[in-house]
């Protein structure tokens, strides 16, 4: 599967940005739980959000609990990620990915996108 992340971009202190991420392939989009993970300057990539294959059950990292909100819509082959009362901390390149399984853990997933900026500055 070839994943494509979209919607970075700079936004102020408790503002919103959703980000989009558009599978591709020929296996089935359903068959994959798809997570966000994102990594900021000399820090280690680390979870964001996972979204079960059907979009039954969501993880979030504690830092984004009650701010941001994945889903996904498998009849498009997409993903999303809805970030509102963004924070400086939030700063980072976001990458989508996929896997077989669902979880919290980077080993679980296979594909990764490109990456897409997110800037929360006033």
């Known amino acids: 599967v070839q994943l494509q992340a979209s919607g970075g971009g700079l936004a102020q202190p408790g503002g919103s940005l959703r980000l989009s991420c558009a599978a591709s392939?020929?296996?089935?989009?359903?068959?994959?739980?798809m997570g966000w993970f994102r990594q900021a300057p000399g820090k280690e990539r680390e979870f964001v959000a996972a979204?079960?294959?059907?979009?039954?059950?969501?993880l979030y990292a504690n830092s984004v609990k009650g701010r941001f909100t994945i889903s996904r819509d498998n009849a498009k082959n997409m993903v999303y990620l809805q970030m509102n009362s963004v924070e400086s901390e939030d700063t980072a390149v976001y990458y989508c990915?996929?896997?077989?399984?669902?979880?919290?853990?980077?080993?679980?997933?296979?594909?990764w996108g490109q990456g897409t900026q997110v800037t929360v500055s006033s």
């Open positions: 990915a996929a896997g077989t399984q669902y979880g919290s853990r980077r080993s679980l997933y296979d594909y």
């Open positions: 392939g020929r296996t089935l989009f359903s068959t994959y739980a």
């Open positions: 979204v079960s294959w059907r979009g039954g059950s969501t």
